[in-house]
């Protein structure tokens, strides 16, 4: 089962040296993680800009859907799979 987190949370992201997304904290929790998958949306340019890079993340609590918002720099939590 798939929780979709509506308020996309905001969580902090440790990068490794090599700038790689190495851990997660949310929620008074830090998960080392694994990238599994990444990919870039950009869209609604005439709205107001969309620029995220998603990150689907395994660590040894949770399979994770997080992305990097490139318009304010700020990480958040979208998705949590059982």
Known sequence: ??????????IEAELGEDGALVAIRWN?????????NRWRVEEAWWRGPIARDYFKVVG??????VYLDRVD???HLERLYD
Do not use: F, I, K, Q
């Open 73 to 75: 720099g700020s990480w």
């Open 1 to 10: 089962m798939t929780r979709l987190l509506r308020e996309h949370p905001p």
């Open 28 to 36: 008074g929790r830090r998960e080392v993680v694994e990238v599994c």
């Open 60 to 65: 040894d609590r949770w399979l994770a859907l």
